[in-house]
């Protein structure tokens, strides 16, 4: 069984940055994808980032060109690095891994527990 375990998250100000892991029990590169979701209370979880077992990433909208993934294969290993917080950004922090389907959807398997980020204005 694979484990996913979050860490990084805490306190910060508009404008500042934090750097969340994401490290697995497992090879990562065995995954087709792994994630970052979100979820803020009242709110629907939201797909913040992805990266493909490839090496591509992919970004929300509300994210892009401030969030960044990278990876560290010998450690197993995903960070989302985000910079330039806003109070917005607020929610608790999932990471995912998981396979491609068919049709190019895909399954997410594993899941951490979370991580909190906070961001004060």
């Known amino acids: 069984q694979v484990q996913l375990v979050e860490s990084g998250g805490g306190l910060v100000q508009a404008g500042g940055s934090l750097r969340l892991s994401c490290a697995a029990s497992?090879?990562?590169?065995?995954?087709?994808?792994m994630v970052w979701y979100r979820q803020a209370p009242g709110n629907q979880r939201e797909l913040v980032a992805r990266?493909?077992?490839?090496?591509?990433?992919s970004y929300a909208d509300s994210v892009k060109g401030r969030f960044t993934l990278s990876r560290d294969n010998a450690k197993n290993t995903v960070y989302l690095h985000l910079n330039s917080l806003k109070p917005e950004d607020t929610a608790v922090y999932y990471c995912a891994a998981g396979r491609e389907l068919l049709g190019g959807l895909y399954e997410y398997d594993y899941w951490g527990q979370g991580t909190q980020v906070t961001v004060s204005s």
């Open positions: 497992g090879n990562i590169l065995s995954f087709d994808a």
């Open positions: 990266i493909f077992s490839g090496g591509s990433t």
